[in-house]
């Protein structure tokens, strides 16, 4: 190992630290968007108009504005407006607003993959509104958007590395520091490019046993299944 | 905000929005050729070509575009050259891009039935023909929506190469915020901005493709 490596290997507690954050982010970032999304999701399939409105305006709001620009709104925007957060906390928030707004499409994506038939079916059999949401489709959809779902994760993970714009010393931040101390380019980003890789494949293997255990029939989901919804349709008939 | 400060900070914010578009328009083309390539190579390359352009398209689907970036960026100095902020953003996007680009062009692919390639080496074409004449007219209509969703996704990243010092729209915002401060109205306005470009592309993206892109 040459010296540049030796060096490096001084900040590997920095490295570890800095991963954990990430995950940390990650995770309390997707509990948000997941609760935020299936309100959006709820919200757009909702009878009153205004719920609907502000579902619309939420989800094409942050769909059509980048997410960089979203962290600067709350973390540099919401201070003058009289609402001071950290950057953790901003990050979180930024970031589980944004993911929200794309889960609430595929939530609704899924929702609508399930048959009318099977509402109207379960209509006649005289199930409540509610009860065929709870028992009909959500089991249902929540088959059809798990692979999507996991992506948005996975993206999610990626996206933490933005916060290292509002100096939170997640992955990216803590190689920007530690790049402008050792000037170790090649070496500090090789590294972060693994601990990413890392990161990223063990979440979505993690999200593959589950996506294997939890459905019935098992949802396999190796990359062969978290290919576009349309290509498993053209494979399997040919 | 008064009038003047709206006048004078939407006409550097326009400059902004220029370099923006420019950004993404020449990453567009690279990512395009590049996912292209990366796709025909996975499906038909010779030798080891497929595992590779695999390994492209997995590195860069599991890592962030800043990192990219910040690779060229910081990486072409280190071997003693010098790389404009532009020159890296327009290698950094499409690269990172083209890996996306790929995996959607390489689904069109997969999407032609069997068949015709069979019909096409019996009627004599090559296989570069073949694909060119016969497979990649056919794809489009799968492929356009997701690749437009795809080409939505690059001009909002676009932003990200501001982190490594390019003048462009979300830049320019941080200029005006860091003069003047009022980082609401000016990151407002930048919004405004992004979300004009935007939001017709991803009118179009939902019109075209309402659920299949949606849970992919």
Known sequence: MSYEWLTLAGYWNDFVRAAWLTLQITLLAFILAMLLGLLAALASAARVGLLRAIASVYIEAIRNTPVLLQIFIVFFGLPSLGVTLNAYTAGVIALGVNVGAYLAEVFRAGIQSVPRGQLEAASILGLGRAQIFVEVILPQAARAVYPAIVNNLIQLLLGTSLLSAIALPELSGTATVINARTLLYLQTFTITLVAYLVLSSVLSWIAGQIGTRVFHPPLVMTKRSRRPFFMARQSDRT | ?216
């Open chain 2, 1 to 216: 905000m008064s009038s003047e400060l709206l006048t004078t900070s939407l006409a550097i914010l326009i400059q902004g929005l220029v370099a923006t578009l420019l950004l993404s328009a020449a990453s567009i083309i690279g990512g395009t050729l590049i996912g292209l390539l990366a796709a025909v190579l996975r499906s038909f390359g010779p030798w080891g070509t497929p595992r590779i352009a695999r390994l492209y398209t997995e590195l860069f689907r599991g890592t962030p575009v800043l990192i990219t970036l910040m690779f060229i960026y910081f990486g072409v100095s280190y071997f003693g050259y010098a790389i404009d902020v532009f020159a890296a953003g327009v290698v950094g996007l499409s690269v990172y891009q083209g890996a996306y680009i790929a995996e959607i062009f390489r689904s069109g692919i997969e999407a032609v039935p069997k068949g015709q390639w069979e019909v096409s080496q019996i009627l004599g074409l090559s296989k570069t023909q073949a694909f060119f004449s016969v497979a990649l007219p056919q794809t489009g209509k799968i492929v356009m929506p997701p690749l437009i969703g795809q080409y939505l996704s690059l001009i909002k990243d676009t932003s990200i190469v501001s982190m490594i010092g390019m003048s462009e729209l979300m830049h320019a915002g941080q200029a005006i915020v860091d003069r003047v401060g009022k980082p609401v109205e000016i990151y407002g306005l930048v919004a405004v901005l992004y979300f004009v470009v935007c939001f017709p592309l991803s009118q179009w993206v939902r019109h075209h493709d309402r659920r299949r892109s949606l849970l992919s």
